[in-house]
Nanobody
Framework: QVQLVESGGGTVQPGGSLRLSCTAS????????MGWFRQSPGKEREFVAI????????YYADSVKGRFTISRDNGGNSVHLQMNNLEPGDTAVYYC???????????????????WGQGTQVTVSS
């Protein structure tokens, strides 16, 4: 059974930074696509960033490009999200997601991911 455990959320002022981490256990996900989604109250879960399994290529939502950076380590079983220049609009619960068989055309839709973390709250407020 795969478990994804996130850490690193918190409260930060606008312009600040946070680093989220997610580590997989129960099965190696080094060849899976891994990344991050977020969800704020009353909204659907939205794509933030992922690292494609075969090439390591990074995909980002337009709203976070240039501010967020995704990376992997721990033999590919951990994924991180460095978030800089945070804005109040970034406030949400952030979820780690992974899937070993995802096709490229499906990476932006949460419903296609098999594995999810429990979520970590990020609040950007002055």
């Amino acid at each position: 059974q795969v478990q994804l455990v996130e850490s690193g959320g918190g409260t930060v002022q606008p312009g600040g930074s946070l680093r989220l981490s997610c580590t997989a256990s129960g099965r190696t996900l080094s060849r899976a696509t891994m990344g991050w989604f977020r969800q704020s109250p009353g909204k659907e879960r939205e794509f933030v960033a992922i690292m494609w399994r075969s090439t390591g290529y990074q995909y980002y939502a337009d709203s976070v490009k240039g501010r967020f950076t995704i990376s992997r380590d721990n033999g590919g079983n951990s994924v991180h999200l460095q978030m800089n220049n945070l804005e109040p609009g970034d406030t949400a619960v952030y979820y780690c997601a992974a899937d070993p068989t995802l096709i490229l055309s499906s990476i932006y839709e949460a419903r296609h991911y098999d594995y999810w973390g429990q979520g970590t709250q990020v609040t950007v407020s002055s």
